[in-house]
């Protein structure tokens, strides 16, 4: 059974930092892209990141670049979204999503449609 756990969310001032974690089991985890998303009340869900586990490529949408990082731990299967600078309009549900992909492809736009295994949500909350 296809898993994926996110963990890390919380509740912080402007300008401080969170990492989350997407814990990912049941699938080879070398075959697939990682992308996180994020919803924010009224608001579609938006892609704000991925990477390839075939060549390690990123992904970030332009409001995040410079502020967040996704990285990939494979011996742990595990994903992380470190954010720094947050701002009160990063406050949303965060999610992690995965896809099979080809061996050649490499990071690109994430769109949720695309992505079939999805975790449950880690709210994020920033203040002002």
């Known amino acids: 059974e296809v898993q994926l756990v996110e963990s890390g969310g919380g509740s912080v001032q402007a300008g401080g930092s969170l990492r989350l974690s997407c814990a990912a089991s049941?699938?080879?985890?070398?075959?697939?892209?990682i992308a996180w998303f994020r919803q924010a009340p009224g608001k579609e869900r938006e892609g704000v990141s991925c990477i390839s586990s075939n060549d390690g490529s990123t992904y970030y949408t332009g409001s995040v670049k410079g502020r967040f990082t996704i990285t990939a731990e494979f011996a742990k299967d595990t994903v992380y979204l470190q954010m720094n600078s947050l701002q009160p309009e990063d406050t949303a549900v965060y999610y992690c999503?995965?896809?099979?992909?080809?061996?050649?492809?490499?990071?690109?736009?994430?769109?949720?449609?695309?992505?079939?295994?999805w975790g449950q949500g880690t709210q994020v909350t920033v203040s002002s």
């Open positions: 049941g699938f080879s985890f070398d075959e697939y892209a």
């Open positions: 999503a995965a896809k099979y992909v080809a061996m050649n492809w490499r990071a690109s736009p994430p769109h949720a449609y695309e992505y079939d295994f």
